[in-house]
């Protein structure tokens, strides 16, 4: 379909309307359906489980933010399955707890839930001085917490940028030097993960203040890479494309509108799943990553260059349309 069509339809849906019927304008509406995968995400089916062998984090300790939902529960999960003692922190107290009492009847490993807004300093060390006291300093740290909504930026108040950019860069900021500096003085290493996305690079227009922040969390990220490899800590960034959780797409993307096109720019077809993003923070946090530090990896199906490449939409173009192309190209002689 064209990407004027995409639009209009998208438009439509906005107003109300999709396949001629009104319908509510909430992402839970029933009859607001997820748009399906595009054919070829036949060839890319996402694996849940978790790659590395057993016991890969056997008596170690692992700290993630916003661990009680989304992506931060599918890692948190996963760096339990594999023995890891874990340490959630976020917010809402009873989302932690409920999701640590799951994982840890699922895992047999103990999940401790620790409530912390991190865009406060001193809760922040308030949390990490508790977890100390219950576990030790992790050797696993993942920087997963964040706060986003779409908006023009015309109708950002002073407030609303703040709030992004001290849950995103802020937040990230006092978790990882507040941490670093321990493990420093205890003569301890540790691997950090920060999860941006793939706008940190780019910047997007309606998420300014989140890409703002996410660019920062890398400049950080790829910083402390240099100054604290002499310390035994390495630092290491996902930038995942979009994937389907409730904190993000009822803020992104509230109505379901914009799901079409967004499958429609991603090569594979398909949206990510959190499991594929648990798979390589494990990665990075194992054993087997110890030489990887400063690394940006993007997970996105591809959408990312798909989106960047002047020519990419010729992809639309027909066999028989690309012969009227070809013949004329052809017949072009000299400059
Ligand atoms: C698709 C591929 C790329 C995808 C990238 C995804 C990136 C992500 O980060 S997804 C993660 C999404 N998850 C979350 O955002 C979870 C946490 N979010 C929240 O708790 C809230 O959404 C919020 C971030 C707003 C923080 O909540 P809090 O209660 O602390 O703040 P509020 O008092 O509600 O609001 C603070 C100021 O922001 C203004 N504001 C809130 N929402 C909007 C909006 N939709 N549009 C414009 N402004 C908004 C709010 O009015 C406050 O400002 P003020 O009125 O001036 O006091
Ligand atoms: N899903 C997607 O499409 C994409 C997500 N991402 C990134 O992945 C990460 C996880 O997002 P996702 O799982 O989708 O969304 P969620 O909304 O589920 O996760 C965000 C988490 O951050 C926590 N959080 C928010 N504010 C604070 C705060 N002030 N202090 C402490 N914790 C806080 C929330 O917990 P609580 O409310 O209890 O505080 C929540 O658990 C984020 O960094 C996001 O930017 C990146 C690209 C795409």
Known sequence: MAAGAVFSRNWALLSGLRYGRKVRLFHSSS???DAPPLPQASF???????????????NRVAFITGGGTGLGRAMTHGLSELGATCVIASRKLDVLQKTAEEITAQT???????????????????CLDQMEK??????????????????????????????IVDIVL????????????????QGKGAAFVAITTI?????????????????????????????????????NIIQP????????????????????????????????????????ALYMCSDYATWMSGAVVRLDGGEYVSMAGEFNDLRKVTSEQWDLIESMIRKTKGS
């Open 170 to 185: 802020n937040g990230t900021a006092y978790v990882t030097l507040e941490l670093g500096k321990r493990l420093i003085q």
């Open 108 to 126: 047999g490993n103990k999940v401790f839930p620790l409530q912390c807004d991190v865009r406060d300093p001193q809760a922040v060390t308030q």
């Open 134 to 163: 219950l576990t030790g300093l992790p050797q696993v740290v993942i920087n997963n917490a964040a706060g986003n909504f779409v908006s023009p930026s015309e109708r950002l108040s002073p407030n609303g940028w703040r709030t």
């Open 199 to 235: 706008y940190a690079e780019s910047g997007s227009g309606f998420v300014v203040p989140s890409a703002s922040a996410k660019a920062g969390v890398e400049a950080l990220y790829k910083s402390l890479t240099s100054e604290w490899g002499r310390y035994g800590l390495r630092f």
């Open 44 to 58: 890319f089916p996402p694996s849940e489980g978790t790659m590395l062998p057993p016991h890969s984090f056997q």
């Open 31 to 33: 009859l607001l359906r």
């Open 241 to 280: 494309g979009p994937i389907r959780t409730k904190g993000a797409f009822s803020r992104l993307d509230p109505t379901g509108a914009f799901e079409e096109s967004m499958l429609g720019r991603i090569p594979a077809g398909r949206l990510g799943t959190p499991a594929e993003i648990k798979n390589l």
